[in-house]
Nanobody, 120 residues
Framework: QVQLVASGGGLVQAGGSLRLSCAAS????????MGWYRQAPGKQRESVAT???????AYADSVKGRFTISRDNAKNALYLQMNSLKPEDTAVYYC??????????????WGQGTQVTVSS
């Protein structure tokens, strides 16, 4: 029905930057909230940043001032600019979207995850 494809992860040194992207496609009528989540080895998945369709944002305390979430509603795309990266930011990052499909259902979708590794 709907696919989310995340990209942009990689290996970076502490203090560096990465920009994650997530492209949504399929039977999309509109996208409500979108967000980035991450899961480090041995830990539960946690919310990193979320953004509403109107552009209101929320961040985990651990990334405030370093990460910026944004979206392009015309392209059904989601972004996460990550600056001043720390080794503790190492995780698999997942994008999420709450989608109203063309069939008028409201459904929750996840991307496949992209690995971010920050070396010290």
């Amino acid at each position: 029905q709907v696919q989310l494809v995340a990209s942009g992860g990689g290996l970076v040194q502490a203090g560096g930057s990465l920009r994650l992207s997530c492209a949504a496609s399929g039977k999309i009528f509109s996208i409500n909230a979108m967000g980035w989540y991450r899961q480090a080895p041995g830990k539960q998945r946690e919310s990193v940043a979320t953004i509403t369709s109107a552009g209101s944002t929320a961040y985990a305390d651990s990334v405030k001032g370093r990460f910026t979430i944004s979206r392009d509603n015309a392209k059904n795309a989601l972004y996460l600019q990550m600056n001043s990266l720390k080794p503790e930011d190492t995780a698999v990052y997942y994008c999420n979207a709450v989608v109203r499909t063309t069939g008028w259902a409201v459904e929750n979708y996840w991307g496949q995850g992209t690995q971010v590794t920050v070396s010290s």
